[in-house]
């Protein structure tokens, strides 16, 4: 049980990006009143959550009509995962857990971000989307494990406001290098994670 948590919580962490997220949302949110900044944190968070959550209760359904097998999803998502890993253990950004440099200048003229981009892509991106039906296929069968994961998940969406409700003083008080010393020790966790997932999908597939 415990080992299902910290790798649901682990993976959501290093996708999601918490501390990441509440640095763009300060810089995007520097001239935003306190009250509206709190009430966009809340709203973005909750969308995302329930963007995630479809992901997480109808991937399976979804994979089933598009005729995609475990296998084929555990080793495509974790050639993404171990992507986006490598970007994390390099502190580069390419999209996958955060906005594109395109994205960061649309959001920049925008009064409410809470949608676009803070909800999606910056919380509820493609890596973090991925995760959710990966995890969840991973426990297929198993109700106990993917409410655990669920747990998880939730778990870093309760986090994720809060530094987002601390947005101002978070990159203060950890610093730019505390926030990649972060980034990167969550990206290594990813990057093992990514490879078992690759390792588990090609065993099932049967190829070898």
Sequence with gaps: MIDTFVISFTTF??????????????????????RTRRIMALRGTA????VLLIFALCGNFLLTRLGISLPALKVA???LLLLMSIDMVFVRNSGGTSTTLEEKDEASTKVDISVFPLATPLIAGPGAMGAAILLMAKFEGDVFSK?????????????TLFMLLLAETV???????????????????LSALAVQFIFDGIS?????
């Design 13 to 34: 962490f290093a996708t999601v990006g918490p501390i990441d997220v509440a640095g763009v949302f300060a810089v995007l949110t520097a001239t935003t009143a306190t």
């Design 204 to 208: 099932a597939s049967g190829v070898f």
């Design 171 to 189: 990159p203060k008080l950890l610093g730019l290098t505390g926030m990649h010393v972060i980034t990167r020790v969550f990206g290594v966790l």
């Design 147 to 159: 409410g655990i994961v669920l747990a998880g998940m939730l778990t870093v969406m309760l986090l």
């Design 47 to 50: 969308i995302a959550t329930a």
């Design 77 to 79: 998502g974790g050639i």
